[in-house]
């Protein structure tokens, strides 16, 4: 996936700018799918700086792996997920997700899974993160210690917490 989510040029409405910037992210699930990526900007960069005559720098910087859960940790919050909550609160359908986290560099190195709580109020509009509309539901930082609790109770093969299950 490639987003530009900056795009500036100029400073007035009827003026010809002298130069203009873009950013954004590239990201894929995995690495020769990124540096695919990063080759093709480049030329189609260089090719329409060609055609139009002017002068394109392109400086792309690689900062996160994909995160890419291994099946056996994913399978483990899934499996306990489905278990505290219930399985109809268990959701993979927007998956994957394009996450770009310093997580991936956590999990090369010792397994782990990434995985959202979905913190959306009861009868709230979505909202996705990184965008001027997100607002935190407070309310979910319970739950999200909560399963914790039983993320590590089940990893340690103790009980911390009542065995109370999801109805």
């Given amino acids: ?25 590239i990201r894929s699930y995995d690495e020769d799918t990124c540096d695919l990526m990063h080759k093709r900007i480049e030329e189609i960069c260089a090719g329409i700086g060609q055609a139009m005559g002017c002068k394109v720098d392109v400086d792309l910087n690689k900062m996160y792996p994909a ?21 109809e609160h268990f959701c993979t ?13 956590f999990i090369q190195e010792k397994p782990g899974a990434f995985f959202a709580l979905g913190t959306l109020k009861p009868g709230a509009k979505p909202m996705t993160l990184h965008t ?36």
């Avoid at 409405?13 to 950013?23: G, Q």
């Avoid at 995160?67 to 399985?87: C, Q, Y």
């Avoid at 509309?133 to 093969?157: K, P």
């Fill in 93 to 105: 359908e927007d998956l994957p997700l394009s996450a770009s986290e310093d997580f991936s560099y």
């Fill in 132 to 167: 001027s509309t997100y607002n935190f539901n407070d309310d979910m930082v319970a739950t999200g210690g909560y399963f914790w609790v039983r993320i590590a109770e089940d990893r340690l093969g103790c009980s911390i917490l009542p065995e109370e299950q999801s109805e």
């Fill in 67 to 87: 995160t890419v859960n291994p099946k056996m940790e994913s399978d483990h919050i899934e499996r306990l997920a489905k278990r505290w909550f219930g399985p």
């Fill in 1 to 25: 996936m490639f987003t530009i989510c900056h795009f500036k040029a100029g400073e007035t409405f009827n003026v010809f700018p002298d130069s203009a910037t873009l950013r954004g992210t």
